[in-house]
């Protein structure tokens, strides 16, 4: 009887290491199918990073892309014209994050980091070129690098400039132009207790 119990208990211990087993084997299955294949996240289609490098680099600038997209690091491929960067940068920011991203940023964005150039308050320019490298990074999402831009120092009063400058170029019509003079006060390059030569700035 005490035999019969123990191979019964073995019985119903194998059951369970199969049943664990096909457990295991299925979960496997599903995320390499998950991995592999594209997937649905709010009703917007993602791809895996091959299929984004695939679909917006050409071969020549493929190891290139797959740097930037998996490191998140500035898309600066050698013999890349301007160009093709734009638009590159564009489809991989597209097929990451959607085609209606709220006001997708890109590299002709980086005129707005100009707004950070010439203060004295940043002489070294850090703003300036945190600014343009974080516009050269197609995997980072918006909020992200309006984060980093925000933060490239502890009080950025230059920020409000910046966000004014990517709604003006947004929305603007071919005959407005930003007057930095009339949206941002010129004040806020400017160093405390430095004396300025020139007219009155009100």
């Known amino acids: 009887m005490e035999q019969h119990g123990k191979s019964r208990e073995k019985c119903r211990s194998r059951q369970e290491h199969e049943f664990k087993y096909q457990t295991y084997i299925s979960l496997t299955q599903r995320l390499v199918v998950a991995t592999d294949e594209k997937v649905t996240t709010s ?28 490191f ?5 491929c050698n013999g890349m014209m301007l ?9 991989i920011q ?15 964005d980086a005129l707005c980091c100009d707004v950070f150039a010439d203060d004295d308050n940043d002489e070294k320019g850090h703003c300036l070129t945190e ?3 974080v516009m050269q990074i197609p995997a980072l999402r ?3 690098k309006l984060k980093r831009i925000k933060g490239c120092r502890r009080t950025n009063q230059l920020y409000k400039c910046f966000t004014r400058c990517l709604q003006w170029l947004h929305n603007k019509t ?26 009155e700035i009100k």
Do not use: W
């Open 83 to 91: 160009g093709t960067r734009i638009d590159v940068t564009q489809c």
């Open 142 to 144: 918006n909020d992200k």
């Open 72 to 76: 998140a690091k500035p898309l600066r």
């Open 94 to 108: 597209k097929k990451m994050y959607g085609e209606h991203h709220p006001m997708l940023l890109n590299l002709t």
């Open 131 to 133: 600014c343009i490298t």
């Open 174 to 199: 071919e005959d407005e132009v930003l007057d930095f003079e009339q949206e941002c006060s010129i004040k806020l390059k400017m160093l405390p207790g430095k004396v300025y030569i020139g007219p």
């Open 43 to 70: 009703g917007r289609e993602t791809s895996t990073q091959p299929q984004i490098v695939a679909r917006c680099c050409s071969k020549e600038y493929a190891e290139c892309c797959t740097e930037s997209v998996d």
